[in-house]
């Protein structure tokens, strides 16, 4: 294989006073039914994400000339800060490329940092084949962010933290989007522990290496679509996806609603704030989408979620979860019918959010409105309740 152990604990000698060695925190919400859940959540990083371990290694390694060149670099996101750090701490000028439908909040990071930023493309992937091209035009060094040994070794050094806190760890799981994550902790860890098993979790709309796998060769997706946008890959790696094949146990997938309830979750329970990408590992464990007896690790690979993306995934989880309901009915346009749906609706023990009261709506015919109500619930009992009491009382809900 193109990385070894000995490659990693270089790596972390080289990341030494630059990334922090992240904690290894025990979960008592997640554990339970035989399994012990431990979360190492790189958002703690500078750059809220665990690509800066492999972008420093990477230009550490660069001689004067290369570094005299500069750097260029393809990233959805959290890649780009990485390298965007590393460049700053080295002096090195560093151009990102990123998808125009990037989130904000990585794009103006990526600005801050000192790194110019291109917004091209749909996609990771058309971002890389623009900073593939602009390289070639400018003779700038490539940064990439998995297909890279050196890379690769970087991000392996969180398999060397689990390890340190947890040395009996029998299962370690971590997100999967080009592989340059799982393959680096499954080099660590494989080689000091052989037992513990290696998970790799993908969004179900981006699941390049696990078709990869099946197929016994790198494939490449015709598309991807999912909310975790930092593992929205066509294509893996090279030589992660040599890596993964030899020493990585299982790939399972998660789709977009167990990502969004999962981000929720640890917001709410676990008081960490993740992106899409972060909260696949966890949503593989709350799904039970692999043998999750023992200790188990779960890598959180990154927060870099835009506020409004976090806004929408409270809403639709609240409504999922029952915890918030929309419900509609007519009723006459006329004094005290309106107080009388609200008293119902308080007496039945929900809370009322905003009340739309509209007599114009096509739906209304002469003499009546359209109620429309957002009720904050405690679940989906209760919303059915409240509604039993409505329609018990004489209006239709939908």
Do not use: W
């Not at 066509?234 to 309830?261: H, M, N, S, W, Y």
């Not at 999922?320 to 006329?334: C, P, Q």
């Amino acid at each position: 294989m193109s990385v070894t152990l000995a490659d990693v604990i270089r790596a972390k000698q080289a990341l030494l006073g630059v990334v922090h060695k992240t904690d290894l925190v025990p979960s008592q919400v997640l554990s339970g039914e035989g399994r012990e859940v431990y979360l190492k959540s790189e958002s703690l990083q500078q750059t809220g994400s665990f690509k800066a371990r492999g972008a420093h290694v990477r230009i550490a390694g660069l001689s004067e000339e290369e570094r005299a060149r500069g750097v260029i670099a393809g990233s959805a996101g959290n890649h780009a800060q990485g390298v965007a750090l590393a460049a700053r701490h080295f002096g090195v000028r560093a151009t990102i490329v990123m998808p125009e439908g990037a989130p904000l909040a990585k794009v103006a990071a990526t600005r801050a940092l000192g790194a110019k930023v291109v917004l091209h493309g749909d996609g990771y992937d058309a971002a890389y084949k623009h900073a593939l091209s602009l390289q070639q035009e400018t003779g700038a060094v490539y940064i990439h962010p998995f297909s890279d040994p050196l890379v690769i070794a970087g991000q392996g050094t969180v398999g060397l933290e689990i390890l340190e806190d947890l040395p009996q760890v029998d299962t370690v799981v971590a997100p999967v989007g080009g592989g340059g994550l799982i393959a680096g902790i499954a080099v660590a860890v494989k080689a000091m522990r052989p037992q513990t098993r290696i998970i790799g979790v993908e969004a179900s709309g981006a699941a390049s290496m696990k078709a990869s796998l099946q197929a016994g060769r790198v494939t490449t997706l015709e598309r991807t679509n999912t909310i975790a946008d930092g593992i929205a890959v066509k294509t893996p790696g090279e030589e992660a996806f040599a890596i993964c094949r030899e020493l990585v146990d299982e790939i399972v997938t998660v789709d977009d609603d167990e990502i969004a309830q999962t981000i929720l979750f640890l917001l709410e329970r676990c008081k960490i704030v993740t992106e899409g990408a972060g909260a696949v590992a966890v949503a593989a464990v709350m799904g039970g989408k692999f043998d999750c007896r023992g200790k188990v690790a779960a890598v959180l690979s990154g927060g870099n979620i835009d506020v409004t993306m976090i806004s929408n995934i409270i809403d639709k989880g609240l409504l999922k979860a029952g915890r918030r309901a929309k419900i509609h009915t007519l009723i006459e346009d006329k004094p005290g019918r309106l107080s009388r749906v609200l008293k119902v609706v308080s007496d039945g023990g929900a809370n009322v959010v905003s009340v739309q009261h509209d007599r114009a709506h096509p739906e209304a015919g002469i003499g009546h409105a359209l109620l429309e109500l957002v009720l904050e619930t405690q679940d989906r009992e209760h919303v059915g309740r409240v509604i039993q009491a409505l329609e018990g009382q004489g209006f239709r809900i939908s």
